[in-house]
């Protein structure tokens, strides 16, 4: 147990110097950092509670999904029983009262196309509804009616993928570390460390980045336009940089191209008046169909329209192929920069208002980190002082320990870019005082194989190998607990339960493991009659 060749000295001492390496670039200022080899960067990154930052609630409306829900399902209603065979002829499309209606201009068709738009609806998760009810009215129209159990699936799912996209959003702008988490049924937290302005990420998260391009409806009447009213299968949309002066405009409620078919979004200059704009490029399906619809188009004005408002109404002069397009607006290089993340990251499909906010500031993160520092530093000297006041030679053995696994726990946090917060500087603490619990139970057990008559060498072999089942024992237990708050705890909980799985592991490592290492070295080269322990 205490004969260790070379290669197995090598195999401890190479992760304790690893783990080292890796805790120094967290000590030092990002000038001096930046400077290190690409292995070397790798730091500990700081909480919201310890650098400061910013905190939103976002809350989703569920309002908009269901208005979301009635327009797909539109959309879909058209397809269905215009590319049937026989085709169904059906008027216009009604989404007045939160549901759609339509009439089947031919009587005796209506049941081929009640059977033609039930499949087009879906179990409701395991509720065993359906997201619509299809019913017939006054024997020629047909309603579709969402159901509450179809909004709430609806709700749910959208919640999932907001929280992705508005992920996606946080790490396009290059911060590093931020916290989002789902918050009930229709709520998302968002915690960014670092960001002292929240004004850019309300703005990028405020944007559902819906993106659509529709055919401007030049029927309607430009009185009853202004007046909110549009014809049946238009919707009247704001129009804030009209040339003509309305701040409205009619447009059909068909999309041609949505945001859907982009792959690809950047910032740039329009040539003639060096204006930002957004470049955009489709996937092939778009590009096709964005061409299709401006080929049949010619001389008509079409819609491009962000999040519910028109940002222009250009005139199509000739088709647009390639599968590129230009969004132009009245834009600033900063909020053209905006929406080409919001569109590369993918649309919300619901649309969040901010409800809550605070800002942390720097200060109190430094206050945070100089008790947490200076707990530490108490800690470590009061256990040293008790470590080697009881072990002597030994006790300082576990002192050294306890320093070396100090660093790699911030070594091995930098290098899983794991998050520092205020609950994780106390399980720091707890580690430092708990790190020598293994050396303890090690060092009484070879007094008592002393007491028993054992030589020097047995007594601290039997101590290590005796005490060694122990003390993987209780650590298990303890590894237990930190796993759980883990797995169901979020924020702080996780923060503290992240530091405390690290120092579980390292310090049986440096306890156990590096003290033998250190034990055995002395053993050998001074080959002691006794020890004082």
Not at 281 to 298: A, D, H, I, L, Y
Request: one cysteine or more; proline letters at 5%; glycine letters at 10%.
């Amino acid at each position: 147990m205490l004969n260790f060749s070379r290669w197995r000295v090598f195999s401890i001492l190479l992760p304790l110097v690893i783990g080292v390496l890796c805790a120094i670039p967290s000590f030092l200022p990002d000038s001096t950092v930046t400077k290190l080899p690409g292995f070397m960067q790798t730091r500990v990154n700081l909480g919201l509670d310890l650098s400061g930052g910013s905190h939103l609630l976002l809350e989703a409306s569920t309002q908009d999904v269901a208005k979301q829900r009635l327009v797909n399902m539109e959309d879909q209603v058209r397809t269905e029983l215009r590319r049937g065979d026989p085709r169904i002829a059906i008027g216009d499309i009604s989404s007045r009262d939160g549901k759609l209606s339509f009439m089947v201009r031919d009587p005796a068709q209506v049941d081929a196309a009640v059977e033609r738009i039930r499949p087009l609806t879906q179990g409701a998760g395991l509720t065993g509804q359906r997201d619509f009810n299809v019913e017939v009215v006054n024997s020629s129209t047909i309603t579709i009616t969402p159901t509450d159990a179809g909004i709430n699936n609806a709700v749910k799912s959208a919640m999932e993928v907001a929280t992705e996209v508005i992920r996606k959003r946080i790490d396009e702008m290059g911060t590093r570390e931020p916290t989002i988490q789902q918050q009930g049924g229709n709520r998302i937290v968002v915690q960014v460390p670092g960001l002292q302005d929240p004004k850019a990420l309300k703005d990028l998260l405020g944007q559902t980045a819906k993106l659509e391009f529709k055919l401007v409806d030049t029927t309607a009447n430009p009185a009853e336009v202004a007046q909110g009213r549009a014809p049946v299968g238009s919707e009247v949309l704001p129009y804030p940089d009209n040339p003509s002066g309305v701040p409205m405009i009619a447009v059909k409620r068909q999309v041609m191209v949505s945001g859907e078919d982009l792959t690809d979004a950047t910032q740039g200059y329009e040539q003639r008046s060096n204006a930002a704009i957004v470049n955009i490029r489709f996937n092939g399906s778009g590009g096709r169909k964005f061409g299709q619809v401006t080929s049949e188009n010619v001389n008509r004005p079409f819609a491009i329209i962000l999040d519910g408002k028109v940002l222009s109404a250009p005139n199509i002069n000739e088709p647009i192929l390639g599968g590129s397009a230009q969004i132009s607006g009245n834009f600033t290089v900063e909020s053209a920069n905006q929406l080409a993340i919001a569109l590369r990251s993918g649309k919300l499909p619901v649309a969040l208002t901010v409800v809550e906010e605070r800002t942390v500031g720097p200060g109190l993160g430094a206050d945070s980190i100089r008790a947490g520092l200076i707990a530490s530093i108490v800690a470590v000297v009061a256990v040293a002082i008790f470590m080697f006041l009881s072990y002597g030679r030994f006790g300082m053995y576990a002192n050294l320990a306890v320093a070396i696994n100090v660093a790699v726990i911030v070594g091995v946090m930098g290098i899983l870019g794991a998050t520092l917060t205020l609950p994780g500087i106390a399980g720091f603490v707890l580690t430092i005082g708990t790190a020598v619990d293994a050396n303890v139970l090690i060092y009484e057990r070879i007094r008592e194989e002393r007491r028993r008559g054992r030589g020097v060498v047995q007594a601290i072999e039997f101590g290590y190998k005796e005490a060694s089942r122990t003390i993987f024992e209780a650590n298990v237990t303890h590894a237990i607990a930190g796993g759980i708050m883990l797995a169901l705890g979020s924020g702080p909980v996780k923060g503290f339960a992240i530091v405390l799985l690290i120092g579980i592991a390292t310090s049986v490592y440096t306890a156990v493991t590096f003290t033998r290492l250190l034990a055995a070295h002395w053993v050998r080269t001074k080959r002691p009659t006794d020890i004082v322990i």
